[in-house]
């Protein structure tokens, strides 16, 4: 039976997607965990990722769109398979740490609808396995046991025994192609096999060392006897149904993980394990491994038509494809995007942006075309550093850009080609950074807010001067720094300061009003315009330079503001997200009004960015899918109540 969001079953329409002005630009890639091909028309792809995140491609990879899949950012898509009897048919596994998020979702329609499996929902789904002979028998493996479907996931029964504590989590399972009643599952501890349809299982581990986690079981569909197995002591083969194992010899040694194993369709001799190091590849049956490439990979799948065209879901590095049976691979991930961008900057006309944890395809990203489209600038492994924080650019020259995260400042001084790790200020080894930005008079001017202080460079970061806040030359940790024109605003943990002069002086800021989180601030480029603060607590405004701040903020609902951007190019044109909801203020904060498709669906605009070089455009920044662009020019506002804020 399948269960409703409130009632039976929850259904979704992929019209809502694009109910939205705004357009994703990127920058494409980031984790894709499961792929899927569709048996009847190998064209067809299914490729999931974190965050519950679920993309076709009906061109063998080469565009992507994303389905209106039901999302829970914390869950993944571990496993996703097509109906190979009915190509409309589509099955997808859910895995989460809080197994409540997890399931197995059903979709009849090509995934225009989803039905969630009401046996099944609350169960951290790891591995799905479709019997070819009657494709409506699927078993799934979860961290609640073995569970099997006989009608395509309307009615789901667990076939191996709660009290077996050593089947509890289920990490991969296989079905023979021959006979639906053998089940092969493996655990944290060793294979298990049941020839009765699960009434019974033993343990089979016979040739295997003791510790060996099992990642992946594949059955050779034209000779069941064979069954190779990925663990972490090795990769292993049976030739007796998995009575007894041989762990393949040429395996290079080293410290990786093998999420999955294959064998070629047509090319007996050809072995495939994807590991966490890269693709490793032997043609004489196991005796000698090779490694073709460095991708993390986690799923693969052969094209059923064309054996030597194979398609890998990698970590970080999204979707890959060979068309020499894995020698080379180039990436397609045009429109699949899961990335974190964090931050946006401009550099003499250039825009440039940073991801979060991307490894070797993540890193600092740079847009020639004002935003619509994205190149990786330097990756993680170039900049020695993937963990990437927030980037600060040259306000005229393009090729300067600096790079920092809580320990290092880096800087490149031609557009990411090479960097160079910066000396920090303040006590060696104590410094932390907080915040960057660069400005310009004469000079470029670099500013680092560290929990030594804030700091200043005329030198592009050679050397550093401090920057008192006040009188007392006190350093107090610096979280935040707005740049305007001339002007400049720095948050401490409990302070404001303005500077009217690149820093030269500062000003403390009268900060009366109920204590709450500062996420964002607003400052506009001339003297006495209102300095906007996006909080916990709402949108606060100050008329007078910080000296007297009041709360008015008609048009906008109750509750945390996310953010807040003046529109580049002066003038009091601002922009605010309040649930993800993107506001539009004419009158510099005073009143607000709704933007009609402001919203990104199934996701959270992060933060949004309005740079001066480039006024009449908008990006939102996301968590999970990356960067979207809006174009101000044509607009649809509307006036609101005041409300109170959605339940969340």
Known sequence: MYKQAGVLCLLLIPGLLGASNWQPVGPYGGSATAIAIDPSNPKTLLLGARNSLLYRSDDAG????????????????????????????????????????????????????????????????????????????????????????????????????????????????????????????????????????????????????????????????????????????GIYRSETAGEKWAKFPGIPASHRRTHVIRLHPEKKNVVYAGTTLGLLKSVNGGAVFRQVNKLHILSMAFDPGNPERIYFATERAGLWRSEDGGETVKAWNQGFVNRKVLTMTAAGGRLYANTIQDGEAGGVYASDDGGRTWELAANGARVGDNHIQSVAGHPSKKEVVFAANERRVLRTLDGGKTWRALALPGRPGATRVGALQVMEDKEALVFLGTSEGLFRSRDLGVTWQAAPLSKAKIPAPVTGLVTAGRRMLVRTAHALYLSEDLGVTWRPLNLLFPTAEVYDLALPEEAGGPILLATAKGLWRSEDDGRTWFQKDEGLVEGTVSAVQYEGGGGRRVWAVQFSRLFESGDGGRSWRMVEGGEIPESNIRSIWAGSQHPGRLFALTPDLGMFYMDLQSLQVHNNERQVSPEL
């Open 62 to 233: 080469e565009s992507w769109r994303r389905l209106a899949f039901p999302r829970h950012f914390l869950g993944t898509v571990s496993a996703v398979a097509v109906d190979p009897a009915d190509s409309r048919r589509y099955y997808v596994g859910i895995s989460a740490e809080h197994s409540y998020y997890g399931g197995v979702w059903v979709s009849e329609d090509a995934g225009a609808t989803w039905a969630l499996s009401e046996d099944m929902q609350g169960k951290s789904v790891e591995a799905i396995s479709i019997w070819g002979k009657d494709p409506k028998v699927v078993v799934a493996g979860t961290r609640a046991g073995v569970w099997r479907t006989r009608d395509g996931g309307g009615k789901w029964e667990r076939i191996s025994a709660p009290w077996n504590h050593e089947m509890r989590v289920i990490t991969a399972v296989a079905v023979d192609p021959g006979n639906a009643d053998i089940i092969y599952a493996g655990t944290p501890h060793l294979p298990w096999k049941t020839v009765d349809g699960g009434a019974n299982w033993k343990i089979i581990h016979t040739g295997m060392l003791d510790d060996s986690d099992v990642f992946s079981i594949y059955i050779d569909p034209l000779r069941p006897q064979t069954v190779l197995a990925s663990a972490c002591s």
